[in-house]
């Protein structure tokens, strides 16, 4: 599976029994009216510190799709990655990296949906239903990929970078582009909550955070955040060379 992998028997918990109660499902549990948060307009700053789920969302990109993004920028593709979990245990089901050299629809979150069909269609075993999936992206998704998620039937997204860290951080920013002259919405301006899905930014989950866990879980994305500077720095230094990404 070019620029995927198929994680479904190498995840975490695989190793649960089949006949165990169903488990609990790792959704974020709101916080107080009350409580104080930075960016209380968004879904993420609304939720209570869910741990275990933050942990695993960021060992996820560390351990999953950050070799496979490291793999695609020397190829000329973009650093955008994307992973599936189950909601039920936190084990991967894939993980995938922007393939925009093969095909420019092959953005991190799209080729993460055509690796899993290609994946059930040779293996129905591993099929999983859409509703029982945390969808994981390194950067917030794109319109063409909120597209896919929501076409795809997912009801969430998690996601580290804003639109702005792309645009900003690393010198991509046709995400708030599109947003502008084809949707006229202002940066933030999209609905991160609605009848389809809810998105969640990660760091706002880490805000919300007891000091100590906080700083612990910050310490690890900011090494993301260099680790996806210095990746970038490899995309923009080959994005030239690169074949069949008009949008570069």
């Given amino acids: 599976m070019a620029g995927g992998q198929d994680l479904s028997n190498n995840g975490k918990h695989l190793d649960s029994p089949a006949t165990s109660p169903l488990p609990r499902r790792h959704v974020p549990k709101p916080l107080d009216a009350a409580s104080p948060a930075r960016g209380a307009g968004r879904p993420g700053a609304r939720a209570g510190c869910d741990a275990e789920l933050i942990d695993r969302l960021i060992e996820v990109i560390e351990r999953d799709i950050v070799p496979l993004t490291r793999e695609g920028v020397r190829q000329g593709n973009k650093i955008f990655g994307a992973a599936m979990l189950r909601k039920s245990d936190l084990s991967t089901i894939l993980a995938a990296t922007n393939r925009e050299t093969e095909n420019p629809l092959w953005h991190?979150?799209?080729?993460?949906?055509?690796?899993?069909?290609?994946?059930?269609?040779?293996?129905?075993?591993?099929r999983v239903d859409p509703k029982d999936v945390i969808f994981l992206?390194?950067?917030?998704?794109?319109?063409?990929?909120?597209?896919?998620?929501?076409?795809?039937?997912?009801?969430?997204?998690y996601?580290?970078?804003?639109?702005?860290?792309?645009?900003?951080?690393?010198?991509?920013g046709h995400d708030l582009k599109l947003l502008k002259e084809v949707f006229k919405h202002e940066p933030g301006g999209y609905a991160r909550e609605n009848a389809y899905w809810t998105a969640y930014n990660i760091v706002d989950l880490v805000d919300n955070c007891a000091e100590d866990t906080k700083a612990a879980f910050t310490k690890r994305l900011d090494a993301l955040r260099q680790t996806y500077a210095e990746m970038s720095e490899v995309y923009q230094a080959n994005k030239g060379e690169a074949k069949n990404i008009p949008l570069k």
């Avoid at 996601?159 to 991509?172: G, K, L, P, T």
């Fill in 159 to 172: 996601y580290v970078f804003s639109h702005e860290d792309s645009r900003d951080a690393f010198q991509i």
């Fill in 108 to 126: 991190g979150e799209v080729n993460a949906i055509k690796t899993y069909y290609e994946m059930v269609n040779a293996d129905e075993s591993k």
């Fill in 137 to 157: 992206a390194t950067h917030e998704p794109c319109p063409l990929c909120a597209s896919a998620i929501t076409w795809g039937g997912y009801d969430n997204f």
